[in-house]
């Protein structure tokens, strides 16, 4: 499974909260629109099935 990161600029007021709750995807400049650091982020690791 992949994913893939997109913004909705019409939407984003700039308070970077996404960038809050993940750094490592999303950066909002001082007074300026997200910024996506990388759209095509690598799967999450999957981790073995527990009882």
Do not use: T
């Not at 990388?38 to 009882?51: L, Y």
Request: aromatic content about 6%; some cysteine; glycine content about 4%.
């Amino acid at each position: 499974m992949s994913y893939r990161i997109e913004a909705d600029l019409d939407l984003c007021q700039g308070h970077a909260m996404c960038e809050l709750e993940a750094p490592d995807y999303f950066r909002v400049p001082k007074r300026g629109k997200v910024e996506i650091i990388d759209p095509e982020p690598p799967p999450p690791p999957s981790k073995p099935a527990q009882r």
